[in-house]
């Protein structure tokens, strides 16, 4: 039995692009294939093998894993002011390793320091870095962390980073 990633997904530099699994077994009806990534796309074949040698190899099936919330938040996450009621946060890329799925946007999480009370920014696109939030009280502390998003969801936002309008 052997796979291969399909890397026009997601993450091209990840080290499980492909691998194989030999059965001995004259009575094979199935494999479960174990290890791999979330949210990537597999093409997946067999060859049967006797002791005449080996037969062709199967037509390829094609089968996608589930994707799960991303594991890890945006890195560097910077904020700049840019007048009293306006900020920018930008953000680096989510590690492959962390994405577990593509990638589908951002959630940009903000709220006053005192208050505890939250307000959420959604960012649609992949490739989307940046977020302007407008509205702001002057004058006072916000709160704000920003979390990748699959469509699988939202899980690890990044450490708060802190702006004064």
Do not use: K
Not at 16 to 28: A, L
Not at 51 to 70: C, H, L, Q, R
Not at 85 to 106: D, F, K, L, R
Not at 135 to 156: D, F, W
């Amino acid at each position: 039995v052997q796979w291969q990633r399909d890397t026009s997904i997601v993450c091209p530099d990840l080290n499980d692009i492909g691998s194989s699994i030999t059965v001995t077994s004259s009575n094979f009806t199935g494999r479960t294939i174990t290890g791999l990534e979330p949210g990537n796309r597999y093409t997946i074949t067999v060859i049967v093998s006797n002791g005449a040698g080996s037969g062709p190899v199967s037509n390829a099936v094609t089968a996608m894993t589930i994707a799960t919330a991303p594991s890890a938040p945006p890195p560097d996450l910077t904020v700049t002011d840019v007048n009293s009621s306006t900020i920018t946060v930008e953000w680096g890329e989510v590690p492959c390793i962390n994405q577990n799925g593509a990638i589908t946007g951002y959630s940009v999480q903000y709220g006053v320091m005192e208050s505890g009370n939250t307000e959420i920014v959604n960012v649609d696109g992949a490739t989307v870095n940046e977020a302007t939030i407008t509205g702001l009280m002057p004058s006072t502390t916000y709160s704000i962390q920003v979390a990748a998003v699959n469509r699988a969801g939202t899980r690890e936002y990044s450490d708060p980073e802190m702006a004064e309008t």
